[in-house]
């Protein structure tokens, strides 16, 4: 069990409409990853905040927005909504960021949306 | 761009079999690399990291994996399996230089291990 929180669990909206997904990051972390997995796949990368700022994003459009707030936790945030949007999306804390590479990234349980 | 492969999408085993599951990468520089597992209804849990030293590393729960750099691959094993490993299975890497904490993970592999 990690210490990173991660809210609503679940999450039903519709085509065209805007979501915020929230995140805790484990005590003493302040990098924050979120990835989105689609079923059947790996966790894609979208993006990292590192101390309020995205250090980091995968590929994935404009639509998708993040904020870090001053006590590290964030969130995800995902406007105009598409089907293909629906996933699991997942929420990783890790600490800081070095010259040489990560530290282990500690997962939170997710927040499925599915858009309809 | 670094990419991940992993070759086995689905294997079933039988308690007390030996594992491994495959895992390759392309990436050009150095990485670090990881095995994350997710059992079912649980959130993902890093099962081991290699960084540095000892190609070979020890991880939880028996599992180990080897680092071998000149076929970019970094391969899970486990001697014998029990029903409690069954899971999914994720090998990541991680940029060394310029990844942030970016991780690109493989497909996944899912295990199943019969009694």
């Known amino acids: 069990e990690t210490g990173v929180t991660q809210s609503p669990t679940h999450l039903i909206k519709t085509r065209g409409q805007q979501v915020t997904l929230r995140c805790s990051s484990q005590s003493g972390h302040n990098t924050v990853s979120w990835y989105q997995q689609a079923l059947g796949q790996g966790p894609q990368f979208i993006f990292q905040?590192?101390?309020?700022?995205?250090?980091g994003r995968g590929n994935f459009p404009p639509r998708f927005s993040g904020l870090q707030f001053p006590n590290y936790s964030s969130e995800l945030n995902v406007n105009a909504l598409e089907l293909d949007d629906s996933a699991l999306y997942l929420c990783?804390?890790?600490?800081?960021?070095?010259?040489?590479?990560?530290?282990?990234?500690?997962f939170g349980p997710g927040t499925r949306l599915t858009v309809l | 761009a670094q990419s991940v492969s992993q070759h086995n999408h689905h294997v079933i085993l039988s308690e007390a079999a030996s594992l491994e599951l495959g895992c390759n990468y392309s990436y050009g520089g150095t990485v670090n690399l990881f095995w994350y597992v997710q059992y079912p209804g649980q959130h993902l849990q890093l099962l081991l990291k290699?960084?540095?030293?000892?190609?070979l590393v020890k991880g939880i729960k028996g599992f180990e994996a080897e680092f071998i750099k000149s076929k970019f691959s970094f391969n899970l094993r486990k001697p014998s399996v029990q029903w409690s490993d069954t899971a999914e299975y994720f090998c990541a890497v991680n940029a060394r230089a310029g990844g942030g904490n970016k991780l690109t993970f493989g497909t996944g592999t899912q295990l199943k291990v019969e009694l």
């Open positions: 905040y590192y101390r309020e700022e995205e250090n």
């Open positions: 290699y960084f540095s030293g000892d190609p």
């Open positions: 990783a804390s890790s600490s800081e960021i070095l010259a040489e590479g990560a530290h282990p990234a500690f």
